[in-house]
């Protein structure tokens, strides 16, 4: 059995599928590590799910004013390489899995100039940066969709979008995260950052078609309200005199989803992806300036499906409220619950980690 090298970090997007397909490798019978930023947010994932860490330094490859990358940051990822052909040498990993983002950068480059297997996993439908810089050296390409543009042809392997594959019991998941059983839970989600459009302007719009007493109109409501850890001092004073809101800063994902009839989120693959093995219907918010717009294209993907509704991020303070309370209605939610559970990614860790077997050195 060999070790196996997860560079990942950044955004929740990059690391819970790394943290899904690790598990899937340690099942098998293999060695895991996580590799990324130095006390980013991969770090603290790590600590949390129980699985070993390596830090390197890392750059955000940001571009000035002039369109030039910014030197400053050039350096700190040539450090980041140079420290990750440090801690593989002595590793001797069996391959290198990179799931994007500027995080994965110095530990897939450190294993291509060291001969070193890499696999990477794109999750979106069109190649990130990252993973073009990488793709040309690669062993083989893990995607969420079937067509990925950017991609060197032969590279690609249709596989899903990697969870993590657990669930817990509704009541279970409800005491651990001190909510009721019984009223409706809404679930606000902007991604492992927070967001913050959905933090300026959800509350003040469920507070309006709710109420004080957080009544829809066919029975109470209950609110999680993941706010990032950063934007949670901002939100929390604002409906602190509503007893059925709870904001947190940060939240377990597979008690929130495992707890929630409905969600409000961004519309990233990975968000989806997990919507779709917890069946639960969503109101999406696209982030405008995800790249191509691809966040919208994904939205629109799912309301086609019948599983979700698209609230574009300029019209969210009119059409937003009427959106929820359409979903929430028990008959319109029912049958979205099924059609998200018809998308559901059941299998993409397992279908990734034959992938990433095939090509260990």
């Known amino acids: 059995m060999s070790l196996i090298v997860m560079a990942t970090g950044g955004t929740g997007g990059h690391i819970y599928p790394a943290v899904a397909v690790s598990r899937e490798l340690l099942a098998r019978g293999h060695e895991a590590v996580l590799l990324g930023q130095r006390g980013g947010m991969e770090e603290r994932v790590a600590a949390e799910q129980g699985l070993p860490f390596q830090g390197v330094d890392a750059g955000k490859l940001a571009r000035s004013g002039q369109g030039r990358p910014d030197p400053r940051e050039l350096l700190r990822a040539a450090r980041g390489v140079a420290e990750a052909r440090a801690f593989l040498r002595d590793a001797c990993p069996g391959a290198v899995v990179g799931f994007g983002g500027f995080a994965s950068l110095p530990g897939v480059l450190a294993a291509q100039t060291l001969g070193i297997p890499t696999i990477l996993h794109e999750q979106n439908a069109r190649l990130g940066l990252t993973q073009r810089l990488a793709a040309g050296r690669a062993r083989a ?55 913050l459009a959905l933090n300026h302007a959800v509350p003040d719009i469920l507070r309006e078609i709710f109420g004080p007493e957080g009544r829809a109109p066919e029975g109470p409501v209950q609110v999680l309200h993941a706010t990032g850890p950063r934007w949670l001092a901002e939100v929390a004073p604002r409906v602190a005199d509503l007893p059925w809101y709870t904001p947190v800063g940060y939240t ?86 099924e059609a998200a559970f018809v998308r559901s990614p059941v299998g993409a860790a397992s279908r990734f980690a034959d992938l990433v077997e095939r090509h260990l050195r």
């Open 252 to 337: 377990n994902a597979v008690a929130a989803w495992s707890a929630a009839d409905l969600a409000i989120t961004r519309a990233g693959t990975g968000t989806l992806a997990e919507a779709a093995f917890h069946g639960v219907p969503l109101v999406m918010v696209p982030l405008p300036e995800s790249a191509e717009n691809h966040q919208y294209h994904n939205a629109v993907s799912v309301q086609e499906a019948g599983a979700g509704r698209v609230v574009e991020q300029e019209q969210l303070r009119g059409a937003l409220g009427a959106a929820v309370l359409e979903c929430a209605a028990a008959g319109t939610r029912a049958a979205m619950r």
């Open 141 to 195: 390409v893990g995607t969420a969709y079937p067509h990925v543009l950017g991609l060197p042809e032969g590279k690609a392997t249709l596989v899903g979008m990697p969870v993590r594959e657990e669930r817990l019991p509704r009541a279970e998941a409800l005491a651990q995260l001190g909510l009721q059983d019984g009223p409706l839970t809404l679930l606000v989600m902007g991604g492992s950052q927070g967001s």
